[in-house]
């Protein structure tokens, strides 16, 4: 069984730019959130989807920050413009269902500003 | 909204030696779930143990324990027999009605020879 396969690993970008962050669930997983950590930091909880809805994102910035998982294909984090701030991990978690189902995490993605 | 508490930034241990990584929470809920997830050198998160609230008998994975209070709101992990391998970040982690995890600021467990 394929974990959570989040793709690229490493993203450097100069300021300004545009990133994607890509994240497959588990099989059979249908939920998905994403997460992001500062350097020395903890995770910090940004946006939960299900297919096609976005079912809480009040830990997301409000300009520049968008996420979608469409019925076909991975879940997308997009962040705009980036400035240097937004250089962290950045991992997403899946899980099949709600009520405490184990949420498992990918192995992150890491974007660089420059 | 739920807080999570890791009042211990870092911490060390001889390897074969036990250790407890402390966490408080808060909330009003009744039902909810309790995580310890190891965060090591790799960056990769890994779920360690898993606690739901309504069980009043303590979650155990091999060497990995957890001391689950729920009228105090605490939730501690014990490591018996230290490994090396067991050096790494410790997130202490809530997940309630809003359906999503919170994590506490974690603990830096270093484990010597």
């Known amino acids: 069984n394929a974990g959570v396969m989040q793709n690229p690993r490493h993203l450097v970008r100069r300021r300004g730019q545009e990133a994607r962050l890509r994240c497959s669930p588990m099989?059979?997983?249908?939920?998905v959130y994403w997460y992001r950590q500062l350097p020395e930091e903890g995770l910090k909880f940004m946006v939960y989807l299900q297919k096609e809805n976005i079912i809480d994102e009040s830990g997301m910035p409000k300009e520049r920050f968008s996420a979608e998982f469409p019925k076909e294909g991975p879940s997308i984090l997009r962040i705009q413009q980036v400035v240097r701030g937004d250089s962290a991990a950045y991992f997403c978690?899946?899980?099949?269902?709600?009520?405490?189902?184990?949420?498992?995490f990918g192995e992150g993605s890491w974007l660089t500003v420059v | 909204a739920q807080t999570v508490t890791q009042s211990q930034p870092e911490m060390s241990v001889q390897e074969a030696e036990t250790v407890t990584l402390s966490c408080t929470y808060d909330?009003?809920?009744?039902?909810?779930?309790l995580f310890w997830y190891k965060q090591p050198p790799s960056r990769q998160m890994i779920l360690v143990i898993r606690?739901?609230?309504?069980?009043?008998q303590n979650a155990t994975e091999n060497r990995f324990s957890v001391n689950f209070q729920k009228a105090a709101k605490s939730f501690s992990l014990k490591i018996s027999d230290s490994q090396l391998g067991d050096t790494a970040m410790y997130f202490c982690a809530f997940y309630g009605t809003a359906s999503k995890l919170t994590f506490g600021t974690g603990t830096r467990l270093q484990v010597t020879l």
């Open positions: 978690a899946s899980s099949p269902g709600q009520g405490g189902s184990t949420i498992y």
């Open positions: 909330t009003s809920e009744n039902n909810y779930y």
């Open positions: 606690q739901e609230a309504y069980k009043q």
């Open positions: 099989k059979g997983h249908s939920h």
